[in-house]
């Protein structure tokens, strides 16, 4: 941040509500609801104390139904709101896919570009919290498929309240992906005034020269724990963080593989069709030539995620990643 | 029964009081002294053992855990009218109906610490395993019901809801498949007042649950969930009419959720003492024993011996489930298929190899 801002520690948690709260100060349109997001503020209390800021007509509890959340959201958008609706649990979202794969990705399409869906849905995601059943798993690649959606994943609270910000402002829909395992687990100075970080720009959070990895959301911090470990080894590590699953910036990536020419992509959900899979394709377009090794994915199994006692094999260790980042670097 | 408390009358159905006094004779149920101590011995022990997970959780021994605490009577009438050829679709506050269909405990606490091994329930005849997507179960039940009448088969689908599950989609869904296919289900919603902090009132603007069943044409009556003779009536009449092959029920069981939602809720943030306590004379057992008593079928002596003998046995299954070996990287893999793809296989091999890789480096 530039000198002057004034700043404060935040975790995930403080900085989502920090975004919410200056979104809902500046803008009566912007209008927050879901499970438990009023009186309680959220099960993972992002939106503890909104409503007794801003009333219940701003923010308040729905009745448990979540294709409801989302298809009343279409509703309000269409007539002028920007509603951000919370999702319990992205494992939670499906009964809701009817409404965003058929209206809330193509209602801006359908009417020729009359009706906005400029909404938010947020939901946590991802594995790694000793949790019962679908409440695991990492199913961004999905949402990235879809046309007509932007999907945002944050892996700083200073991002998370950037992104969000954008998020809210931004005049399509978009998914909002919070890495529920690294909610409190990481602190930082953040600005207390409104910034934006824009939807669509990947950051390179360390300059390599051996092998390019991206990653996005939890894993961030794993690889950044497997690159001492490579460091040890003598490999330069380029770590670009996504931050934006779509649209995708290519050329971020396509740059620094130019430079690196190895190419590993580091994501917790299934290994077939998934954000691996896309990047991988990517290279092979755009610097195919520049290759030394074969693209790698980094990824879960092509499983469901196994309940807490199994969860290890399936999770993404910086150990795990520091063993792909040499293999593909001694191919 | 039902044309009695039809629900448009906004009668609830009830047969004792706060105190375990007769108060309605007329469906005061024939129940033998036996089967009701039975009945009262098997709402003690998953109280016990309820309250007993609760701590193990507290002591980092399990993962989180959805108590039933102040909920028992509705799985225990359940569980004195299901048959072992019935179905039960639970959701996950129905520990007394699991284990009356013959799951044990140390099978539930394999899940809660973390293991699908605990879903299979190998001695529970037709049950499904726990549902977390709430009321997304509901939708199996009349299916299953849908089988039965193929077959033309005499069973009964036992499906469990919560107050914030009937606000779902599928929750609709189920009630208007079951009763146009005329289906052999009884939709038992545990109305705990609760969907984790939202209150009742604020999930629908009706007057209940029961009285949706009039919409969808099929039976409905609202029981006190807390009166165990009230609750085994409902389910038995219920029960019978969908064997005579007249369709479903939906069966709404007012009682409280005393404990939080999980052991990851804070239930002070939402509701008052005041609240608690008012409920707490409305307590299933404390009434079903007040009863007993008043019988001389019961005394509390007997009763604190007997919750010593469920506390062992409670922490002897929990013990063996602590006990249980250990997780195998074939375990996340090979219930995927039938017949495992070879790209799957070989997902499998890749990670044999970074663990003989992680072995070595040590």
Redo the contacts between chains.
């Keep these: 941040m530039e000198g002057g801002a004034k700043m404060k520690v935040m975790n995930m948690v403080n900085a989502i509500n920090d975004a919410l709260n200056i979104k809902l100060a500046e803008d009566r349109n912007v209008i927050v609801y879901g499970e438990d997001v009023g009186v309680e503020g959220g099960v993972f209390r992002v939106t503890e104390g909104l409503q007794l800021k801003y009333g219940v007509e701003r923010v308040f509890d729905s009745p448990l139904a979540e294709s409801a959340i989302v298809g009343t959201a279409v509703g309000m958008a269409a007539a002028g709101l920007r509603p951000v609706v919370e999702m319990q649990f992205s494992g939670f979202a499906y009964p809701a896919l009817n409404q965003i794969i058929s209206h809330v990705s193509r209602l801006h399409n359908r009417s020729r570009g009359r009706y906005n869906m400029s909404m938010v849905i947020r939901m946590p995601y991802g594995g790694g919290i000793n949790a019962l059943e679908h409440h695991s798993e990492s199913m961004e690649a999905f949402y990235g498929h879809i046309p007509g959606l932007k999907v945002v994943i944050p892996s700083t609270p200073h991002d998370a309240k950037g992104l969000l910000i954008s998020a809210i402002e931004s005049n399509d829909p978009v998914i909002f992906m919070e890495p529920k395992r690294i909610y409190r687990a990481i602190k930082q100075e953040v600005a207390e005034e409104k910034f934006n970080v824009p939807i669509g720009k990947a950051k390179v959070l360390s300059n390599g020269t051996d092998v390019t990895v991206v990653a996005y959301g939890a894993m961030v911090r794993e690889v950044q724990k497997a690159m001492v470990m490579a460091k040890e080894a003598g490999i330069s590590v380029e770590l670009i963080d996504l931050r934006t699953i779509y649209p995708i910036d290519k050329e971020t990536i396509t740059a620094s593989v130019k430079k690196t020419g190895r190419i590993i992509t580091v994501a917790e959900g299934p290994t077939s069709f998934g954000m691996g899979a896309e990047i991988a394709a990517i290279i092979s377009e755009e610097a195919f030539l520049h290759l030394e090794a074969p693209p790698k994915r980094v990824t879960g199994f092509d499983t469901i995620v196994p309940l807490p006692k199994g969860e290890h094999f399936y999770l993404l260790t910086p150990e795990k990643i520091f063993y792909e980042i040499e293999r593909t670097v001694k191919y | 029964m039902f044309e009695e408390y039809n629900p448009i009358n906004e009668k609830i159905f009830r047969v004792i009081d706060n105190d375990g006094k007769v108060i309605n004779k007329k469906w005061m149920p024939e129940i033998s002294n036996e089967r009701l101590i039975k009945a009262y011995k098997d709402m003690l022990f998953a109280r016990t053992a309820d309250l007993q997970t609760v701590s193990y959780q507290r002591q980092g021994r399990i ?2 855990y959805p108590p039933n605490y102040g909920q028992e009577a509705i799985s225990g009438a359940t569980a004195m009218v299901m048959r072992n050829e019935d179905w039960l679709v639970p959701a996950f506050r129905e520990m007394g109906a699991y284990l009356a269909k013959g799951a044990t405990l140390k099978e539930l606490f394999l ?6 091994d605990g879903n299979v329930f190998k001695n529970a005849n037709n049950m499904l395993p ?1 549902s ?3 009321a997304s179960q509901l939708l199996h039940a009349a299916g299953i019901g849908y089988e039965i009448n193929y077959n033309k088969k005499k069973q009964v689908v036992y499906a469990f809801v919560g107050d ?2 009937t ?4 929750f609709h869904e189920a009630l208007n498949f079951a009763a146009v296919w005329k289906a052999p289900v009884i939709f038992i919603v545990q109305n705990n007042q609760y ?4 209150p009742f009132k ?3 603007a009706s007057k209940g649950i029961a009285i949706k069943s009039i919409a969808y044409g099929m039976k409905g009556i609202q029981v006190d969930g807390n009166d165990i003779f009230a609750m085994y009536q409902a389910v038995k009449n219920a029960s019978e009419h969908a064997l005579a092959g007249n369709g479903p029920v939906l069966i709404e069981a007012e009682t409280y959720r005393k404990g939080a939602h999980t052991t ?2 804070d239930p002070t ?2 509701r008052s003492k005041e609240e608690e306590e008012a409920w707490d004379c409305t307590d299933p057992l404390k009434r079903l024993k007040l009863y007993l008593i008043s019988k001389k079928l019961w005394s509390q002596k007997e009763e604190d011996q007997l919750v010593e003998e469920y506390k062992l046995e409670v922490d002897r299954q929990f013990e063996e489930a602590e006990n249980y070996p ?2 195998k ?1 074939e ?3 090979k219930y ?1 298929y039938d017949e495992m793809p070879d ?2 296989k070989k ?2 091999n890749e ?1 044999e190899n ?1 663990m003989k ?2 072995e070595a480096r040590k």
């Design positions: 993962y989180t899940v809660f610490m973390g293991h699908e726990t977390v997507p709430i914030g599950g606000s779902e989609g599928d969907g984790i902090s939202t604020m999930q629908t990851s809720d943030k939402y250990a997780y990287l375990d996340v893999f995927m790209d799957l997902q499998q990670y970074f890789w992680k």
